[in-house]
T-cell receptor, first 114, second 114 residues
Framework: GNSVTQMEGPVTLSEEAFLTINCTYT??????LFWYVQYPGEGLQLLLK?????DKGSNKGFEATYRKETTSFHLEKGSVQVSDSAVYFC?????????????FGSGTQLTVLP | ETGVTQTPRHLVMGMTNKKSLKCEQH?????MYWYKQSAKKPLELMFVYSLEERVENNSVPSRFSPECPNSSHLFLHLHTLQPEDSALYLCASSQDNSGGYEQYFGPGTRLTVT
């Protein structure tokens, strides 16, 4: 079946540090891949996505590249800010009858210190 | 209003109460979802509605009863809940014939069962 594995947190960084959160997946076919972010007390927000191999999704300084050969979709940011503190979820899409659904990783808590 | 809204944002109920959670999407999507998010556990998909028909029910106890009267509204009716049902309940929507199949989430209802 489909699954998503994220690096375990929590991750604590100083402001302006480089961020990598690893994500690998197992899936049949060619899923779309997503990163979602959840700020404290809020729902999940779509951060970026990639729909086919070698696509790079980017948003707000975050990037992730769909690597089919390594089945990975690692999230990176060159210089994190305190406001990036949140929980980050990697996800892939799968079909189920007439509705596409998402399989989520367990989430990685990021804390950025000033 | 835009996006996905959920009411109430917070709910405290006793085990013998009956209450309902409401979700409304203003995005013109044709699929809606209920998720349960508990501390220290992955996001759990509960129900999926596509074109107002339930297409998935992930072995959710019968004390949770969903209703989707139209493509913009989704309810979760609650009765005789247990303390372990305390969690953040998230609603999401998507457009199922689009390319990326990303889901858009509401802010959630924080439910506490006493």
């Amino acid at each position: 079946g489909n699954s998503v594995t994220q690096m375990e947190g929590p991750v604590t960084l100083s402001e302006e540090a480089f961020l990598t959160i690893n994500c690998t997946y197992t899936a049949t076919g060619y899923p779309s891949l997503f990163w979602y972010v959840q700020y404290p007390g809020e729902g999940l927000q779509l951060l970026l996505k990639a729909t086919k191999a070698d696509d790079k999704g980017s948003n707000k300084g975050f990037e992730a590249t769909y690597r089919k050969e390594t089945t990975s979709f690692h999230l990176e940011k060159g210089s994190v800010q305190v406001s990036d503190s949140a929980v980050y979820f990697c996800a892939l899409s799968r079909s189920s009858g007439s509705a596409r659904q998402l399989t989520f990783g367990s989430g990685t808590q990021l804390t950025v210190l000033p | 209003e835009t996006g996905v809204t959920q009411t109430p944002r917070h709910l405290v109920m006793g085990m013998t109460n009956k209450k309902s959670l409401k979700c409304e999407q203003h995005l013109g999507h044709n699929a809606m979802y209920w998720y349960k998010q508990s501390a220290k556990k992955p996001l759990e998909l509960m129900f999926v509605y596509s074109l107002e028909e339930r297409v998935e029910n992930n072995s959710v106890p019968s004390r949770f009863s969903p209703e989707c009267p139209n493509s913009s509204h989704l309810f979760l009716h609650l009765h005789t809940l247990q303390p372990e049902d305390s969690a953040l309940y998230l609603c999401a929507s998507s457009q199922d014939n689009s390319g990326g199949y990303e889901q858009y989430f509401g802010p959630g209802t924080r439910l506490t069962v006493t």
